[in-house]
């Protein structure tokens, strides 16, 4: 069976690790992805730019023109192929928007649902879509341990956090694509990633590269006073992507419903912090607080039962290798 695979935020740090797994041992399949980067660099799928299987355009998401010529791509080819897939990846993530609704709405929401929308116009079988942890707010754990899709949230309002926005958001692009799912109108689903990371992220903000970063130059770490009590799963992208590739191979796990993917390997963020600065060789870091964030779940721990049960995935790089490989890349630049 040939595929061709539509991806939106192709350099994303999920897109960019999307096209390996693709086109890895001489795949047939064809990509055809595109890009605005608000977030990556096209150097992030330098290694796969000059592939033939691979097609890439620095459209924008929110761009009507440049959407329909996208569009009128993927028409041109559909009949050629078995099975035609989109994967919308495109979104604002970055902490820094959080709390800022007009940047994040045009994209993960309007944005997603136009893509969803295409995906029908020209007869695509799969839409996946890739949600956030971030929709289970202050309901993140339970006494059981993991969070499990169907719990019901519990989240913060406007009143607590602006954040939430961010949330709110990505929990109605589930209804999206539940209801296509419902209408007959195209196979799908949700994943609900939790913190994912990756040893090509470009932004230093994110918990990982922060914490490296700050203890290679100042061999101190300042953190958010919430951090004395935080705990997290890290998950890395190797083992999101391979997630989504599950999902898309797997016709009767598309049924509008949601996953979470995560790892079991909860670890507190000072723990991470000593941890990366005794990969580091740093003796005794420094741990200052400053600052503290409003609605900041303690723990984020979720059920992965749902997508072990109906496909095969099953997270491979644990926390130890991911980090290492983090450290030797961020070094090295």
């Not at 406007?158 to 954040?163: I, K, L, T, V």
């Not at 796990?253 to 949601?258: F, K, P, R, V, Y």
């Amino acid at each position: 069976m040939r595929k061709l695979y539509a991806i939106s935020g192709v350099t994303g740090m999920t897109g960019n690790e999307l096209v390996r797994q693709i086109l890895v041992n001489g795949s047939k399949d064809h990509i055809l992805g595109f890009d605005n980067f608000y977030a990556s660099s096209i150097e992030t799928v330098s290694d796969h730019i000059h592939d033939e299987r691979f097609e890439f355009f620095e459209y924008d998401l929110n761009n009507k023109e440049q959407m329909q010529d996208f569009e009128n791509r993927i028409k041109a080819v559909v009949s050629v192929y078995d099975e035609v897939i989109y994967i919308n990846c495109a979104a604002v993530v970055h902490t820094e928007h959080f709390y800022h609704v007009y940047e994040t709405f045009a994209t993960n929401v309007e944005g997603m649902n136009d893509f969803l929308q295409q995906a029908v116009r020209v007869g695509a079988h799969k839409y996946i879509n890739c949600s956030t942890s971030e929709v289970y707010s202050m309901n993140s754990w339970n006494e059981n341990g993991g969070v499990k899709e169907n719990d019901y949230l519990t989240m913060s309002t406007a009143e607590h956090s602006q954040r939430t926005s961010y949330a709110a958001g990505k929990l109605i692009t589930e209804f999206f694509i539940k209801d296509a799912v419902n209408e007959g109108k195209i196979k799908g689903c949700s994943i609900r990633f939790a913190n994912v990371y990756s040893k090509d992220e470009r932004y230093p903000k994110h918990i990982i590269p922060f914490i490296i970063n700050s203890l290679r130059d100042n061999g101190k770490v300042v953190l958010l006073e919430n951090s004395k009590k935080n705990k997290r799963t890290f998950l890395n992208n190797y083992d999101s992507c391979s997630a989504v590739l599950a999902l898309g191979s797997s016709d009767s796990a598309l049924d509008g419903t949601i996953y979470n993917v995560a790892t079991d390997e909860e670890i507190s963020i000072i723990e991470l912090v000593n941890l990366c600065a005794a990969k580091m060789g740093v003796e005794n870091p420094v741990i200052e607080f400053s600052g503290y964030r409003e609605s900041d779940p303690e723990r984020r721990l979720l059920s992965t039962e749902k997508i072990r049960t109906r496909t095969s995935w099953k997270p491979l790089v644990n926390l130890d290798k991911g980090l290492d490989e983090c450290i030797k890349n961020y070094l090295k630049r």
